[in-house]
């Protein structure tokens, strides 16, 4: 009798437990995503919640969860987790599961069986750019993987963009960014293709941005197709103050722009008298303006390579002149101030410029 009692009350605790065990499974269960979601969709989406907030000019702190379902083979390269670190980026609190088709968990992603490697690319002799790298080990259809990480930038230069728009044949049930910023910070942002923020005010005076998209079919890629800043749900956000490794900026203007490069530069720009000596026995007065600067360009270019050293702010400042001159190598931004240091010495007007080459992203100058 008392074995029966045992019984009954065990099986009374397993009917308790069952309606919040099966929530618990099916949360990311495949046959919960809306039909419309799987036309054209090799993945979706289940949820991408994104939480930025400006600390201060030189402190941002970023937190994402991430849940995807991949339903066929042509999906699984979207289920790695991949993200970059460096000096001025740092992630922690890293966090992977793996779900089966019901939603039920299969394993979770121990820390030692989270990749950790050099970023460093085939044009670089060295940069301090590493990355995080999960593969989930799952080839059973469909399947999901959750992501849930911190990331900390050191400044806020970096302030990244946020794209709802996760690539093609790709759906998205539910995707949300929430930016805040303290009440005397000026964050700039602009909408593409995406509802307007909702703004609000915590108790304690913070700027509270917030942005969603629900149930966004996958889209196809086809030739000739806009742009995707032409159609794709995103929101492009800029700060305007900043701190990055000891150097103040704004970019509120182009101007301010323009003033904080120059401040990277400042004394960048000195070449060795011997070296000036030997391009200026190079040029004589029979020479056309031209081809002076013709034959100072010809020199710079002989002389030096190209190699890409990028540390902590060697991706925005430029090795000094003195240091090209002496190395004969440098990067885009190091051998545009050495030929501009040249071609000033020589008594030319020169200008270090921000250019961008090939295929990149739409800018939009008024912002």
Known sequence: MKLLRTFNLLATCLLFLQPLASKTVAEYAASAIPKELLTNADAVVREK????????????????????????ESGKPKSYFTEYYSKFVSLSDIEANVYDKDGKKL?????????????IS????????????IDPMENTYPFTVEFTF?????????LNNWYAFEGYNTSVQFASCELIAPADYEVRWQERNLEKAKITTSDDGKKIYTWQLRNYEAPTHEPLSAPLENW?????????????DGYEGTLDSWSSLGKFCYELN??????PPETLEKVKSLLNDDMSEYD?????????????????????IGGLQPFPAETVDRLSYGDCKALSNYTASLLRACGFT??????????HDFLDPGF
């Not at 394993?107 to 970023?119: G, H, P, W």
């Not at 911190?150 to 970096?158: C, N, P, S, V």
Request: glycine share 6%; net charge positive; proline share 2%.
């Open 266 to 271: 400042k004394d960048r720009g000195i070449v």
């Open 292 to 312: 002076k600067i013709q034959t100072i360009y010809h020199y710079a270019q002989q002389k030096n390579r190209y190699i890409n050293i990028a540390i902590g």
């Open 350 to 359: 020169a200008h270090y410029t921000l250019a961008g080459a090939g295929e």
């Open 150 to 158: 911190e990331r900390k930038l050191k400044t806020a230069y970096y």
């Open 122 to 133: 085939g044009i670089s002799l060295y940069d301090d750019q590493r990355v995080k790298y």
């Open 49 to 72: 919640s994104t939480r930025v907030e400006v600390v201060d000019v030189d402190k941002v702190v970023m937190t994402e969860k991430y849940v995807l379902t991949i339903l066929k």
């Open 107 to 119: 394993r979770r992603i121990k820390m030692e069986d989270i990749e950790d490697y050099s970023a």
């Open 232 to 244: 794709g749900p995103m929101v492009v956000i800029a700060p305007t103050r900043f701190e990055i």
